[in-house]
């Protein structure tokens, strides 16, 4: 488990989306797209919003 930014492909996708999302939740989601997983596990809503693929019940 990483609690910082994991890479280059993380960063360069969070510059794509830094005016969407507050750091926090901007940072799970590129994190999210630079490592290609099926979803995100959150209820955030935010997320949930702008159709990022999440899993939470």
């Given at each position: 488990m990483?609690?910082?930014?994991?890479?280059?492909?993380?960063?360069?996708?969070?510059?794509?989306?830094?005016?969407?999302?507050?750091?926090?939740?901007?940072?799970?989601?590129?994190?999210?797209?630079?490592?290609?997983?099926a979803?995100?596990?959150?209820a955030?809503?935010?997320?949930?919003?702008?159709?990022?693929?999440?899993?939470?019940?």
């Open positions: 990483s609690v910082a930014p994991d890479g280059d492909e993380t960063m360069i996708e969070y510059a794509e989306i830094v005016d969407e999302f507050s750091i926090h939740d901007g940072l799970i989601v590129a994190s999210h797209l630079a490592q290609g997983t979803a995100v596990i959150t955030d809503g935010v997320i949930r919003d702008a159709d990022v693929e999440t899993v939470w019940d």
